[in-house]
């Protein structure tokens, strides 16, 4: 049985932001498919008192004084940018039409 | 040392056939200038680039100003350290302050970063010469530079055959003398199995050992920077240089590396004596190909005859280490490439005053990232999602833990632990990208020490169908000396691996 559909595939694409194409979407749900069978061996353990890793460095709260520092200028950062208007970045419309 | 030991580490005729140790020797003596060196690479460069595109980019001239600076340093009567004056190729996924840095990605073409990487800063602190910028799968996610927006590096072993990923041109830069050293960073393996494809030596120290500012972020509790060699002391060297704490990565370990020169030194004296080397039990018969296990066995039996001694370990969980890493490895990466959305850097498309943000987003991530990255973010997206979340990520991240159990419990018993890096040889062109998992089973060795987060080194051991094979030597966290020894005393048994003239 297949462990995700060509629907769901298209849910996380768009979930992700990503326009994929129909031909990108035949491709992946198959390979995804492939892979997530393979990765749900992680199913097999007995883990559940097992305290998760998120990280191995075990450390917490690194903190500093709270000093104003240098940061880059305002040119630089925005020399980088697809469009800038105003010393600002550009965006497209975020609300519909309609809203 | 054999007769090829020798020649790389030369006095040779040819600079770039020298190694990083004898180069900043010499250029400390006054007995080359560091322009010198750096013209006898960039001619180099020049003659092979085009047959093995181990670079995207290549900064001539910022490399002869930084070379002419440390001849006048040196001049002035300024002491220029170990390393100053020696070329150095940096993989493309650190930021360079006003260099193109690309990720190997459409998405970011033609971007010139607004800052330097830790790493970079080191470097050039260190008086290194940054000649260029190198290939890499996109994003950093491969083992072949197949998935590379801008085409493939080649094997200087073999121009038809991968040089490994995604780091695959920091190896193939330094196994082809376009450069003495490189930077390159590990993830899954990313510098340790190209090095093991290429005769090179990779290193991936300690997670958090080196500095995470300024690379651009795919999994970020498993992205280490390292260096890549082809002598162990060099690949020693050059880590001193790039490691050690940096308050600009909360991560970063607030302690000093171990002293990783004097540990390879001290292993090129070929006195292994005391040393307890673990074979992990789960791995034997476990997808290596049978001249990859020759090699290794035999490097395995040279080591104990310079004074080691072989203990069996076993680390029951280590089969699950690839579901799990791809399971970790992908989620982070859905996380940390949302920022890739066509605002503040990088491509957009499609931004004709009639589409959306969101269209705009979309379309601009479709036409910028390539297949695998999008294979990753959706696969990672899936195992954070509402309903999956316990059952993938959750389980993966206890499965790290009892990784990590498993490991400690082994390092009870040996001092290091010994593997292939690899499970094959440079592969062909083309022979994992139809099914995306066959290429995952490269990372098969290498995976359990970056869940875990302890170092590991790939070092040259043998050749199998006249293709390098590597050893991977794993030490606890924060031992990244024991690894060197080690290496150092197999590279002084078995000498080092030339690729034939290109």
Known sequence: ?99 | MTEQGNRAAGPDADLTRWSAAELGRAIGAGEVSAEEVTRAHLDRIAAVEARVHASLHVDGEGALAAARSVDSRRAAGQAVGPLGGVPVAVKDVLVTRGIPTTCGSRILENWLPPYDATVVERLRDAGLVMLGKTNMDEFAMGSSTEYSAFGPSYNPWDLSRIPGGSGGGSAAAVAGCEAPLAIGTDTGGSIRQPGAVTGTVGAKPTYGGTSRYGLIAFSSSLDTPGPVARTVEDAALLHAVIGGPDPRDSTSIPAPVPDVVAAARQGASGDLTGVRLGLVKEFAGEGAEPGVSAAVRDAIEALTKLGAEVVEVSCPHFRYALPAYYLIAPSECSSNLARFDGVRYGLRVGDDGTRSLEEVMSLTRDRGFGPEVKRRIMLGTYALSAGYYDAYYGQAQKVRTLISRDFAAAFAAADVLVAPTTPFVAFPFGARTSDPYQMYLADLYTIPSNLYGGPAISVPCGLSEGLPVGLQVMAPTMADDRMYRVAAALESTVGLFTPPEL
């Open chain 1, 1 to 99: 049985m297949a462990a995700i559909s060509r629907a769901e595939v298209a849910h996380l694409a768009h979930l992700a932001r990503l326009a994929v194409t129909d031909e990108e979407l035949d491709t992946f749900a198959g390979q995804l498919d492939v892979i997530l069978q393979s990765v749900a061996r992680v199913g097999e353990v007995a883990a559940d008192d097992i305290p998760p890793t998120s990280h191995s460095v075990p450390l917490t709260n690194v903190l500093r004084e709270d000093v104003v520092q240098p940061c880059l200028p305002r040119e630089d950062v925005l020399a980088g940018a697809p469009d800038v208007a105003e010393d600002r970045f550009r965006v497209p419309r975020i609300l519909d039409e309609e809203e």
